[in-house]
């Protein structure tokens, strides 16, 4: 994707470490981003041997917001060693952060955490989606707008997909859902935070597919072939204890 014109370099003179990568988030990623959307960006950064044995330690996390030209940004990066800690629990969001077609910079660092992902994806991720879903729906009921509908069925169907396979797919327009979600998403580019589009389904209708998506990602997740727990945690280890001596 094209980010703004300056957006990187303005994020590259604030941010305090070097980083090993930085990918776009959100809207963008799943496949539905308006015109007047955030850029989320997401990444891992390094800290320097002296903050991290010293009595000084360094941020773990990086967060930072800024209005650039009209467009907000939205900017978080964990330590190398808070982002390995996440990739070992049940937590898609840095799954989908590091595997993220949209990389705005990268390393060799990136590329070995790409490659240990395999190994750390296991049956237990379907409850993240699960929740989020669960969330995301009654948000949706709060607020009747289009965007957290379609979070819904994003995460649904990106656990759906990852149970079934063991791949990390985030962009809704790429995965198998019901036909209408196709007019939802040109909705949705049209208003960020707009509501149902005159000719959306009835509620009712997006319930029953809703509970019924829900349960066909229990169904995937009780008879995946994936693991329980993740097998790369030395892998992790090795990865980070290597970075930080060089």
Known sequence: MNLPEGMIDRFGADHP??????????????GFPSADSDVD?????????????????????????????G?????????????????????????EQV??????????????????VPGLITSNHAHHYLGFARSQWKLFEKSGELKPLLYTFRVLLTGIHLM???????????????S????????????????????APD????????????ARLEDERDRSDLPEFPS?????????VRTRLR
């Not at 990444?43 to 930072?64: A, F, K, N, R, S």
């Not at 907000?72 to 799954?95: P, Q, S």
């Not at 595997?99 to 990268?106: K, Y």
């Open 164 to 178: 079934r396979t063991g791949e990390v797919e985030a962009d809704l327009t790429r995965l198998a859902g019901p």
């Open 203 to 214: 509620t009712s209708l997006l319930q029953d597919d809703v509970a019924a998506l829900t």
């Open 99 to 116: 595997m993220s077609p949209l990389v705005v910079a990268t390393s060799p660092v990136h590329d070995e955490l790409k490659a240990l």
């Open 232 to 240: 790369g945690h030395r892998a992790l280890h090795d990865l980070v």
């Open 17 to 30: 470490y070097p980083r090993a990568f930085v990918t776009v988030s959100g809207a963008h990623l799943y």
């Open 41 to 69: 960006l997401r990444g891992v950064h390094l800290l320097p041997l002296e903050e991290i044995v010293g009595l000084e330690t360094g941020d773990e996390t990086v967060t930072m917001m800024w209005d650039h030209a």
């Open 71 to 95: 467009v907000e940004a939205d900017a978080v990066t964990h330590d190398l060693a808070k982002f390995c800690t996440l990739l070992l629990r049940r937590n898609g969001y840095v799954l």
């Open 180 to 199: 209408y979600l196709l007019g939802l998403i040109e909705a949705k580019r049209a208003a960020e935070h707009g509501a149902l589009p005159d000719d």
